[in-house]
């Protein structure tokens, strides 16, 4: 069984910053990917970026490219999301995961297992 630990979460201003970390308790398949959704009250869970272990490859959700930067450390089996020029819209609860089989379904949940409980992210006018 992995587990899979988020943390960094919080209260911020709108046009801060705040970083995320996932860690996975170990390694379980070759190829992998790890990956970061995010879920605001009444809306669907929706995805944000993902970072893909084999092929370095990062993917983005368009309402946070250029605004969110995916990074990972192999060796910890954990990565990182920094969030700058926050918006009110990025106030959610942050999931991170494991997708066993990149790149297939990397933009959707249903291509991920090994999910964490989430990180709340509260971005204040």
């Known amino acids: 069984q992995v587990q899979v630990v988020e943390s960094g979460g919080g209260l911020v201003q709108a046009g801060g910053s705040l970083t995320l970390s996932c860690a996975a308790s170990?390694?379980?398949?070759?190829?992998?990917?790890m990956g970061w959704f995010r879920q605001a009250p009444g809306r669907e869970r929706e995805f944000v970026a993902a970072?893909?272990?084999?092929?370095?490859?990062?993917y983005y959700a368009e309402s946070v490219k250029g605004r969110f930067t995916i990074s990972g450390d192999n060796a910890k089996n954990t990565v990182y999301l920094q969030m700058n020029s926050l918006k009110s819209e990025d106030t959610a609860v942050y999931s991170c995961?494991?997708?066993?089989?990149?790149?297939?379904?990397?933009?959707?949940?249903?291509?991920?297992?090994?999910w964490g409980q989430g990180t709340q992210v509260t971005v204040l006018e």
């Open positions: 995961a494991i997708d066993p089989n990149p790149p297939f379904e990397i933009y959707s949940d249903r291509g991920y297992d090994y």
């Open positions: 170990r390694r379980t398949f070759s190829s992998y990917a």
């Open positions: 970072i893909s272990w084999s092929s370095g490859y990062t």
